[in-house]
């Protein structure tokens, strides 16, 4: 059962990573109080929770359904990325506009791609195929519980940066989040290409 779970634990953890999400996370809510970012940590985990859960349950099911394949939703995933960076790069909004607006970032972009992804809902599929439900369920939560504490506690690094570093560490972010979507949309082509997409 043990063997089981850190064969499970480990890949979940390196597809989410949960320190590389960290700065993402405080460009996004870069203008949102500690509340505010509060809730967008408790919301990114729960949606990621929630698809996670239901990937692991019923995952195969629904992307036949659908007639998609994983490199359809990485394309998919890797569009809205890059969109979402460059309006973020070229788009100024009155602040407190953006605050109200900002509060969705818990399920969108934060949730999904960024934490439940292409990558981490491939690894769950797969590990229910080769480890089990269970096995896959406890890892897949306990790597949650540690993205979720890493989330919260992003405000210690936020207080080092300071207003204008805050802002351009943030646009330098974005400038990453264009390039993690146009990667995303290249291995999904090549994936498409290649033939190897279909689960």
């Known amino acids: 059962m043990m063997q089981s779970f850190l064969l499970c634990f480990i890949p979940i953890f390196v597809a989410i990573d949960p320190i590389g999400i960290m700065p ?8 949102l109080d500690r509340h505010q970012r509060k809730i967008v940590a408790r919301d990114s985990v729960l949606t990621a929770c929630i698809l996670g859960v239901i990937f692991v349950l019923a995952g195969k099911f629904i992307f036949e359904i659908l007639g998609i394949t994983v490199p359809d939703f990485a394309i998919a995933g890797g569009l809205l990325l890059f969109i979402l960076s460059i309006l973020d790069l070229l788009k100024e909004e009155n602040l407190e506009v953006k605050k109200k607006q900002n509060y969705s970032l818990g399920v969108f972009p934060i949730g999904t791609p960024i934490i439940v992804g292409p990558a981490v809902l491939t690894t769950l599929i797969i590990l229910v195929d080769t480890q089990g439900f269970v096995s896959t369920l406890i890892a897949f939560g306990l790597n949650l519980l ?54």
């Open 24 to 31: 993402m996370y405080l460009s996004l809510t870069r203008d």
């Open 146 to 199: 540690i993205l979720g504490v890493v989330l919260y506690k992003a405000d210690i690094i936020l207080s080092f940066l300071g207003e204008s570093g805050a802002r351009a560490f943030a646009k330098v972010m974005s400038i990453l989040l264009a390039a993690i979507g146009v990667m995303m949309i290249r291995r999904g082509i090549v994936e498409l290409v290649s033939g190897n997409g279909g689960l």
